[in-house]
């Protein structure tokens, strides 16, 4: 990235400004990257966590598989999803707060006895699977920003920063060649002016 700038003192202190607030910055959100990176870490475990769980909840009700096509697929709906949002390092990411069940009643007596199993298992698998979706997403927002964090990092650190830097040096020597050479013009000038002045005195 080219930085456009002129030679003079008011880009100079222009460069100045644009140079302070990127190193300010940079800490900052070096920081933040790494609070980032930690929390995508930690949300990708969960998430690794929640889905062993709900392929080992599968496994262990596999048996009953042989049932399911006997449930009534009616008695148990999912009503709502219960979601918060919350802020981490500056990103919005949801919060699982629960499910709300719409659950029809069944007569006991004349439904097959595993009925009532079923309904409890189909609500455990569904908040686990859910959870699940949940902290994929989390994840996924939280990676979306370490990535761009990181870029933004790079951009000031690789490219912005030392650009400024460069800048500011090609100026400050241009101001001071400019400077040694009017200084250099004014002995020339006074040289010949004492040398006129000393001749017209032999006069």
Known sequence: MAIKFQYNKTSLGELGKQLKIRRNALPTIKSKESALRSEVKRAKDTARDLKEQ????????????????????????????????????????????????????????????????????????????????????????????????????????????PGYEDAIRKIKRFMEDEENLSKSAQKIVKTRQQQQAAEESKL
């Open 54 to 161: 709900l392929d080992a909840a599968i496994a262990r009700y596999d048996y009953m598989s042989a049932l399911w096509g006997e449930f009534d697929t009616t008695l148990l709906r999912i009503e709502d999803v219960n979601l918060s949002m919350r802020k981490i390092a500056g990103v919005r990411i949801p919060e699982f707060e629960g499910i709300l069940f719409e659950q029809k009643p069944f007569d006991a007596f004349s439904s097959p006895l595993w009925f009532s199993d079923g309904v409890r298992i189909l609500k455990e698998l569904a908040e686990l699977g859910i959870r699940y979706e949940v902290f994929n997403r989390r994840m996924e927002l939280l990676d979306y920003a370490r990535r761009k964090t990181t870029q933004k990092v790079n951009l000031y650190e690789k490219v912005q920063i």
